[in-house]
């Protein structure tokens, strides 16, 4: 059965600061991975997709994929207090989206 | 916004009814998945449906089922519902099955008594 691990916090980074969230997955032939952002009471909301290792960056937003390790991160610059949320990892495959359980962001101001 | 509707956005069950959930995928898209999430758990995958068929299926047992329409909207039925129904019921489109990028609709909440 395939896993996504998350660290499920809650993450405190003050304002302006780089907020990193990590995820990993145990289904080593995963090519599709995916972050999250879910506000209480919503429904996630795409912020960014990679499928190849390295960086992808769109933004404040920079996911990190590095299939070795099976690992993601996303980094978020310049951390306002609208970033607080739950950020969800998913990865792709047959079965649809496996999620881990989600990152809670507090941003202080 | 995505795109994708869906209905109702709450609803309220007794243990053994039965429930159906609606929803409209985003324009273009050909493809609908279903997620259960629980409080303060990610999405669970409870099927797909790709061009009206089911194309992938998570462990959810059959009272769980589900029909995707020519215009490639689906519904999610769930027969004699249980307690732990209870949680918020994710539709997602997208353009092709399995890996591609999904995008979600609200949610209907459902509270089974």
């Known amino acids: 059965q395939k896993e996504v691990e998350q660290n499920s916090g809650p993450l405190s980074v003050p304002e302006g600061a780089i907020a990193s969230l990590n995820c990993t997955y145990s289904?080593?032939?995963?090519?599709?991975f995916f972050w999250y952002r879910q506000y209480s009471g919503k429904s996630p909301e795409l912020i960014m997709s990679?499928?190849?290792?390295g960086d992808k960056e769109d933004g404040r937003f920079t996911a990190q994929l590095n299939k070795a390790s099976q690992y993601v991160s996303l980094l978020i610059r310049d951390s306002q207090p609208s970033d607080s949320a739950t950020y969800l990892c998913?990865?792709?495959?047959?079965?649809?989206?496996?999620f881990g359980k989600g990152t809670h962001l507090i941003i202080q101001p | 916004e995505t795109g994708v509707t869906q209905s109702p956005t709450h609803l309220i069950k007794t243990r053994g009814q039965q429930v159906t959930l609606r929803c409209s995928s985003q324009?273009?898209?050909?493809?609908v998945s279903w997620y259960q999430q629980a409080l303060g758990q990610g999405p669970q995958f409870i099927f797909q449906?790709?061009?009206?068929?089911?194309?992938g299926r998570g462990n959810f047992p059959p009272r769980f089922s589900g029909l995707q329409f020519p215009n490639y909207s689906s519904e999610l039925n769930v027969n004699a519902l249980e307690l732990d129904d209870s949680a918020l019921y994710l539709c997602?489109?997208?353009?092709?099955?399995?890996?591609?990028?999904?995008?979600f609709g609200p949610g209907t909440r459902l509270t089974v008594l």
């Open positions: 997602a489109s997208s353009w092709r099955a399995q890996t591609d990028t999904q995008y």
């Open positions: 289904d080593r032939g995963s090519q599709s």
């Open positions: 990679i499928y190849s290792n």
């Open positions: 998913a990865v792709g495959g047959a079965d649809g989206l496996t």
């Open positions: 324009s273009g898209h050909n493809t």
């Open positions: 449906y790709y061009r009206e068929e089911e194309n």
